[in-house]
């Protein structure tokens, strides 16, 4: 859990400025945007929340009845996206209601993900104007929406939900190189060389017995990437080499 409490964090924040006519389009766009990256990432079980405000907190600020637009817009949104939406009164923002993604990892854990927010105050406020086509000013609609959150936050629940076992595409180090005798280690050496091009590889030293080197794949397989094995099975000049892979099915997926 360290990485979701660090001392800085990165925000991917971002606003963006549409018209009243095409804001419940860009809403649709923004989450099946946010719901597409968060798959690609190997997160699949969502549910989305919808945070509203509460009636009598003089927090939230803004005519009742832009409140309530903007409330309807996500609610209308949210529901054409097929998922299960939740209330969460009281949890909006000062400046208008929100949809969060809440994802749920690997053991069923939910983290808080992506969040979406529709804003009528602030371009009011900052008397924020656009020409439309027919020439006259208009405001503005304000759409807050933040895909990772916090970068670090984000990768401290992928460790979690992967447990550290990360897909290749996604791993630090792919492929990890063992000589089973000191000679071969040139060959290894070759071998990585031709495959970082396209993958990240390392070359270890040589483990000493089988039983050392069988006990080291046992451990890649569980902490690191797939593993490459150097040998010769039938005679010195002949070069031969083993892949171990820690999950066979989606390292061919990838």
């Keep these: 859990h360290g990485l979701t409490r660090v001392r800085g964090m990165t925000q991917d924040d971002a606003h963006l400025f549409v018209t009243p006519d ?24 969502f549910y989305l929340e919808l945070s509203t405000k509460e009636e009598g907190n003089p927090k939230f600020v803004g005519d009742p009845a832009v409140w309530e637009r903007a409330t309807e817009t996500l609610q209308k949104v949210a529901h054409a996206s097929g998922l ?19 994802a ?53 629940v992928l460790t979690e939900h992967y447990a550290g076992i990360f897909p290749p595409w996604l791993a630090p180090v792919q492929v990890v190189g063992i000589p089973v005798a000191d000679e071969f280690s040139p060959y290894l050496h070759e071998i990585a060389t031709r495959l970082a091009g396209g ?13 050392e080197v069988n006990a080291l794949v046992h451990r890649l397989q569980v902490e690191a990437g797939d593993d490459l094995e150097a040998s010769d099975s039938e005679m010195v000049l002949k070069r031969t080499e083993s892949l171990s892979m820690r999950q066979s099915s989606e390292f061919l997926r990838q």
């Design 22 to 45: 095409n804001m419940e389009e860009e809403l649709t766009k923004v989450l099946g945007f946010v719901l597409g990256l968060l798959r690609d990432y190997g997160l699949n079980d």
């Design 84 to 102: 299960e939406l939740v209330p969460d009164p009281g949890g909006a923002a000062f400046y208008g209601p929100k949809i969060s993604v809440q």
């Design 104 to 156: 749920r990892d690997a053991i069923g854990r939910t983290w808080q993900m992506s969040t979406i927010q529709l804003d009528f105050n602030l371009p009011e406020r900052f008397d924020l104007e656009f020409a439309a086509a027919d020439g006259t000013k208009q405001r503005p609609v304000m759409i807050h929406r933040a895909l990772f959150g916090s970068i670090e936050r984000f990768f401290g």
């Design 199 to 211: 993958l990240q590889t390392e070359v270890w030293p040589r483990a000493g017995t089988s039983e």
